[in-house]
């Protein structure tokens, strides 16, 4: 298991110093960059070549490549070029709303998606089960930013049921701990915040949701009725267990293994998909902090940072979903 | 009393937009309290849906089960599912042809043993691991208290098919059903499993249904032998008469296919010419005709009945192979 651990470790480190050598020279490939937004076009060649200067990127790209290198393995990320506050700093306040925007989205996904796919294939073939197919099937079509609209005209403007944007109410007096404000209520014992704070997350919650629930659904049934036509189901009523726990024992685990792999390839697509609702819902995640950094000034840092923080985030996972996979097939295990 | 008597089990396959299919057609016999019965036949005869049929494990729905399967005078096919489950694994163990996919692969061994006995016995986790491990012991497989914390993955087929009969046996039923449980295994490990398969039913007196395509298991077990064709019963005999004098000519082209050594290397081996699927409906005449040596013009036109023979078996052709001692 040490073995196991520590090689994809090292498969993480060689991945990301891929990645950021690509992010390195793509973001200085896109036409314009942070001098150009910065002091616009009227900006004369003198102030241009100053800031240029000032910014370092006068010096040869593999000189600056090299420095990059050195301040990511040292963890120095530089300061944003749009505030000029260092990048760690942004992002670390960016960062909490995107995790417990994602942690609830795939609560959601999984919490529901599981027994909803189960229940379709025991429904085989019934009302329920092709009501699942058409509704999963729009689920996985509608894209994020309608859906979120959607959902936002009906229920917060039509009838106000939920706050139309925001982490959590203005003037509220909340203590942040964490920065997952419903846990902080929890932890302070602001019981008021953490329940004004899951009210703002419903909406954005479910609207990051249908497209891994929809997955997780579809995956979870055809799973499921695979492993109900296994040899060892047909052993398992001759035993004459009883129904309940030839499921619980012999059908359900088996029948996770391909939806904890999707689970971890759907991390990427909450990722992306983040981008997407924090800006329906005006959330002030990281998706957030992407696209005021590509479209307000080329924020190099922030940017560079920003994706070598997803790649993290999406290895990481897929490393944790590889070693519950092995916690769920002992055959795994013996490699 | 028969422990176990079929009377005219059918199993009709019905899809959408296609022909039924008649699995098993009027399949009728009877097992007696520590008997071993025989059914054989080739592949898609019928075999193993009516062992399926009896055990009440076929797929509940896209098929018809009708007849009689009396176990100690029930009625099997129209017991209450849940009353089916309390004797599925008490009364009667079943076992199956690969032992690999039968067993749960992500289950210890020892749960997989040990569930029968909680389910049927009561007996707590601990309490029937213990007897577990006894079973495993019982069924020949060396050092059980490591193998009840392994998965199946983790042992040879010849130790999988010894834990699956460890599971059918272990709520000690009247009646066990073998479905081709040797052919998913080595030469070698087939004669060590059918060993332990006679010890035990000979010990405990359990009755045996062994479903078979192979000849030599029939003629190391069996004491009475169903020959199954196109989803009916051909011929019934004892295991002696079958193998000294077949009287059905399916019968007599299995026993001659079985290759032998004492035949030149360059002699060609018997075999039945056509397949299965050669066959016309039991209602239009005898439905191994058409791939008969001995066919006549009686075989074609009426189905043929099963009538039983003077020696107490049963026949099922027009134009049987001609004993010596005349009939």
Redesign the interface.
Known sequence: MVRVISRRLIQLVATVLALMTLVFFWLRSLPGGPVDALLGERATPQTRELLTRALGYDQPIWVQYGRFLKNVVTGNFGNSIRTGEPVTAVIGRAFPATVELAVAAIIIAIGLGIPLGYLAARHRGRLLDNATIIVTLIGISIPIFFLGYLLKDWLTQGIHVFPPSGRISTGLDNTDVTGLFVLDGLLTREFDASADALWHLVLPAFTLATIPLAIIIRITRASVLDVLD???I??????????A?IRK??VL??ALLPVVTTIGLQTGALLAGAVLTEKVYNWGGLGTLITDSISGGRDYPVLQALILLAAVVFIVVNLVVDLSYAI????VR?Q | MPLLDVRDLSVVFQRKGAEPVRAADGVSFTVEPGQTVGLVGESGCGKSVTSLAI?G?LPRRGNRVTGEVLFDDTDLLTLRPSDL??????DI??I?Q?PL????????LG?QVA??LE??RGRSRQAALREARGLLDAVGIPDPARRLKE?P?QLSGGMRQRA?IA??LACKPRLLIADEPTTALDVTIQAQILTLLKELVDDSGTALVMITHDLGVVAGLCDTVNVMYAGKVVERAGRHQLFGEPRHPYTEGLLQSVPRLDVDRGGRLHQIRGSVTDNIPWSAGCAFAPRCDRVIDDCIGDTVPLEPTFRGGALRCTNPVPTEVPA
Do not use: C, Q, W
Request: no cysteine.
């Open positions: 296994e040899d060892y047909r052993t398992a009523d001759a035993k004459g267990l009883r129904n726990t024992r012999h685990r088996n769920i097939d002992p055959r013996v | 055990m494990l489950r309390d004797r599925r694994g008490r163990g079943m199956f690969d996919s039968s067993l749960n692969p992500v289950i210890p749960v569930e029968v389910r049927h998965f993955h699956l599971i059918a």
